[in-house]
C-alpha cells in the first residue's frame, strides 16, 4: 500500500511542477510573495508590555 501511495505523491509533484514551468513560460507564475517583514523595519511588540523590548515577538502588527 505505502508503494501505491508514494508512486501517487511522485505523480502530483511532476504535475505540479509541468504546470509550473507552463505558467512560468505564459509569465503568470512568478512565485511565492515574500513574508510580511520582507523588507520592512522590524517593530517592537505594542501588545505585551514585557515583550516590547523583543523584535517581532508576534503576529499582532
Known sequence: ??????FG???IRE???EGIAAAQARGVYT???HGAGWGRT???CPADP?????I???RCR
Open 56 to 58: 517581532g515577538c508576534c
Open 15 to 17: 504535475r505540479r511542477r
Open 9 to 11: 505523491r511522485s505523480l
Open 42 to 44: 522590524p517593530t517592537p
Open 31 to 33: 512565485g511565492r510573495e
Open 1 to 6: 500500500m505505502g508503494a501505491f501511495a508514494e
Open 50 to 54: 514585557v515583550a516590547r523590548g523583543i
